[in-house]
């Protein structure tokens, strides 16, 4: 089935003008990663191994944790692709073994490019952990072009005020632009290939066309509300992931008029690598003999060490 998705969705037909239809819809999985802090991860799960260029989308929350109880992901290797984390409440903070830290406040985002490796700390800011609080955030993975996966590892932390929001006609609406550029507003991130990575909100009873360039994979993951996408109006909810096929330039989208909540949603895309995935753990390249080099080179502690 996993083959099926992307083999469909790298041979686009003929699509000018045309809404695209869905090839899948699933719901995420409830999965623990790092010190044990539970996510809906969207993929890679046993239905599908990633939509190329994307690798993997977790969901952080929304979790109300107690003085004392928040989780993070301590120390941990990266390289051969990019994360990209997106916090909507609460506060997190970084470091690595290059030297490199930053704080997370709702809103923001950080842009990590791994490249050729680094020993990667993510953990709750430490008055948030002592006072506890609401977290609620994404984590997405984009992979790295062959010819970039051994590039020096770098950031692009951008905060909230720094991220253009567009206001929808007829007030149906608004986006963050995080990456790309939609409704002729760019992002101020720079990413190594083309990608869309816009944060929806719609109100209740709006209908929307989005357009999109039909080379582009597209997925959407459901933070909140309910609605319908495509010709067909197939109905969705919060933790659905909606994926597109590559049969159309426009994207249909109805939120439910008799739902109060807006219809919240990450509508990502980008253009395919096409190229072999050899992935194990937190190393993502092109063939097994690059994993292997990548585990010794971390075992032998190239990837360096996060002083704390």
């Avoid at 470091?95 to 050729?116: E, F, H, P, V, Y």
């Avoid at 929001?165 to 790309?180: N, Q, R």
């Avoid at 919240?264 to 992935?279: C, D, S, T, Y």
């Amino acid at each position: 089935m996993v083959e099926k998705i992307q083999q469909q969705q790298l041979n686009p037909k003929e699509s000018v003008n045309k809404n695209r239809s869905i090839n899948k819809i699933i719901t995420s999985l409830k999965t623990s990663e790092g010190e044990g802090f539970i996510v809906n991860r969207s993929f890679p799960t046993n239905s599908i191994s990633y939509i190329d260029p994307f690798l993997l989308l977790d969901e952080m929350g929304p979790m109300d944790f107690k003085p004392g109880e928040a989780k993070g992901a301590p120390d941990h290797p990266h390289r051969g692709f990019e994360t990209v984390t997106y916090l909507i409440e609460g506060i997190f903070e970084h470091k690595d073994s290059s030297g490199n830290s930053g704080k997370l406040n709702a809103g923001d985002i950080q842009w990590m490019t791994a490249g050729s490796g680094v020993i990667h700390s993510e953990m709750p800011e430490v008055e948030f952990r002592k006072k506890g609080g609401r977290l609620h955030g994404f984590q997405l993975w984009v992979n790295l072009p062959q010819k970039d996966k051994m590039i020096n590892p770098y950031y692009q932390d951008i905060p909230s005020s720094e991220i253009p929001v567009v206001k929808l006609s007829e007030d149906s609406g608004h986006v963050k632009v995080i990456a790309g550029e939609a409704f002729d507003v760019k992002s101020v991130i720079k990413t190594k290939i083309p990608i869309q990575y816009l944060h929806f909100t719609l109100s209740s009873g709006s209908e929307i066309i989005h357009q999109l360039q039909s080379n582009y994979n597209a997925f959407v993951y459901v933070i909140s509300g309910e609605g319908t996408f495509g010709d067909d109006e197939k109905y969705t909810k919060r933790g659905n992931v909606i994926i597109f096929n590559n049969d159309g330039e426009n994207i249909k989208i109805k939120s439910s008029k008799d739902v109060k909540e807006p219809l919240q949603f990450l509508f990502i895309a980008g253009v395919p690598l096409n190229e072999p995935v050899a992935r194990y753990g937190p190393f993502v390249m092109n063939t097994k003999q690059e994993i292997y080099r990548a585990i010794e080179d971390y075992r032998n502690g190239k990837l360096g060490v996060i002083t704390h």
